[in-house]
């Protein structure tokens, strides 16, 4: 037996998650599949828990809306980062508690912000449009809801462009040079009471300099924002480390991440006689490496390239095609067999980016044979669709080697969920 990626093993050929055979998860639960490691899930919050012990955790929702996953993350004692009604809704329902709640998003609706006053959550204001309608539905209930501004900060990390939310040119938060102005704004409502502030610089970052680049930025202006006589009770520093996909890749720990901002933010804190609660917001971070995607081998073909079509595309895991992603994988069934050949794995959608892995060494693969795509827990089953007519594969989790159906595969009625004939139709 060995390890590969500090949870998965492999045993007689056969890849294990969470002590689990997954040629027999395969066999009971069909294929495609996403298979989630529990405990990983927790070793991994515990980690990051753990690298800043005196830091509250919001975990992203995005990444993984699992309601299983998040009943985990509540049970663990995490806090939630949520964009959206849908996202609060199933955070406080699966037990996340709502002083541990921000509540974010750039182009929220009426309805969310009166959601969001009723339920008393922190809410991460995006825009002066946005304080005024929030100050009025404030004011209609008798509440005072208690805000941070999202401060586009302007740093740049190396990242996909479409996962960089903190260039001045993105559409998330407030300019810098706007935001101490918002602030005064905040201060005069009476509903409204700031309390803290936040960024998020983006996602996927594999340095640590663009985080001590941006907790700089912020503590400058939690000085200038402190001259207004606004004491913070928080600096959300949002999120975005990233984790290694390609498995020869370094990527920062959370402790390394600690390691470079906490002297900072520290230092300049104690400075100013100052000491707000650091919140911290991963997503990736906690689900991404915890679950595996399963899919089987539809047919192997000599075309341009070494061609293995499999039975999940773009449809269950879509960031090859909307990022360019890498994901690492391998054969469940031949997972210590030598590469010996150069194969691209292409889903089932009528696409040709419809492409998993790209020219990646290989056992000899065969029809019938299953293909795992590691690292799917984040931005995986939460990015998928029906798209081409394909109803959406299960989800299985492991604990303690038992394992159980936390959703169930769509069939194909679903794929007429919600829809009507018109009258003339029927
Ligand atoms: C997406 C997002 C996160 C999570 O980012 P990860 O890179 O998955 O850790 C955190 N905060 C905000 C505001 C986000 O939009």
Known sequence: MFKIDGHLEVYNHHLFVGGVDSLELIKEYGSPLFVINEQRIRDNYRRYQGAFPDADIYYAVKANSNFSILRILAREGAGADVFSEGELYLALLAGIRKDKILFNGNSKTDHELKYAVETGVKVSVDSVDELKTLAAFAKESGKTIPIAFRVNPDVSPKTHPKIATGLATSKFGIPLEKIIEAYDMAQKLDTIEPVGIHCHIGSQILETTPFVEMTNKMMDLVEQIDRLGIKFEFVDLGSGLGIPYKKDEPAPTPQDLADAILPVFNERANAMGLHPRIILEPGRYITADATV???????????????????????????PAMYDSYHHVLVANKADLNSERLYTIAGPVCESGDILASDRELPVVEKGDVVA???????GFS???????????????????KTCIVREHENIDDLLTKQRLPPHLL
């Open 293 to 319: 995607l399963l899919t089987t081998v539809n047919m192997v073909k000599e075309a341009h390239k070494n061609f293995v079509g499999v039975d999940a595309g773009f449809n269950l895991l879509v960031r």
């Open 373 to 379: 795509v590691l690292d799917t827990g984040a931005y």
């Open 383 to 401: 990015m998928s669709s029906q798209y081409n007519g394909r109803p959406r594969a299960p989800e299985v989790l492991i604990t303690q080697r």
